[in-house]
């Protein structure tokens, strides 16, 4: 394989920015960032409220302060780990060893998998602290765009952070995984047809027989 185990044979290579930025992997990595940045903002801004009669101010989703302290803080998290495997992204063609392009392939994977979960919890959290919140908790319905954009974001999430394996799509960072002992033995196994030259000698040596 030209890119060798995880892109090794890639490794070294100048850092292309643009085409760095069309990769859909880059793509996804934003997007992840951007609707990070809706939920936990969403939250911030118009999470919290009071009624009327009230000085202090309680979550939106069903005055419970763990499902607004829970999307903040899966949002804020995401938004730096987005940052981080973008730099990790850039800097991997870098990397020479195989172990460590490993590495870092079975580490994104796992992180994706990871906040994969995390999004889809946190939308079920959210969405059920949402309908079970109460009209006279909230009368005049304040930060309602706001519950509803951090619940929808949360689910879009689910999907932007299960993207596809990277060794499946040639054109991310990430080349296929190729077991160097595999393809030693597939070389060295390998055997050449025999030249034609075989076949004519024996149809040159038979006679046929008269009858």
């Not at 870092?104 to 919890?121: E, M, R």
């Not at 077991?179 to 025999?194: F, L, R």
Request: aromatic share 16%.
């Amino acid at each position: 394989m030209d890119g060798g185990a995880f892109g090794a044979g890639k490794a070294g290579g100048a850092f292309d920015p643009q085409a760095f930025i069309r990769q859909p992997q880059t793509i996804l990595r934003f997007v992840s960032w951007v609707f990070s940045i809706v939920v936990f903002g969403s939250i911030v801004n118009e999470g919290y409220v009071n009624r009327a009669d009230e000085v202090e101010e309680h979550c939106i989703f069903n005055r419970n302060h763990n499902a607004c302290n829970y999307g903040i803080t899966v949002g804020v998290l995401a938004f730096l780990s987005c940052l981080l495997y973008l730099a990790l992204d850039a800097y991997f063609p870098q990397i020479s060893s195989v172990k460590d392009r490993k590495k870092a392939v079975l580490s994104d994977i796992g992180v994706s998998a990871f906040w994969a979960f995390l999004w889809f919890v946190g939308f079920c959290f959210l969405t059920n602290q949402w309908q079970a919140s109460k009209p006279e908790d909230n009368p005049l319905n304040e930060g309602g765009d706001a519950a509803r954009a951090a619940i929808t974001f949360s689910f879009f999430s689910i999907f932007t952070w299960d993207y596809m394996d990277p060794s499946q799509d040639s054109g991310m960072p990430y080349a296929p995984y190729t077991n160097e002992e595999d393809a030693t033995d597939a070389v060295g196994t390998y055997q050449q047809p025999p030249p034609a030259d075989a076949f004519d000698t024996e149809t040159q040596g038979y006679q046929t027989q008269n009858y």
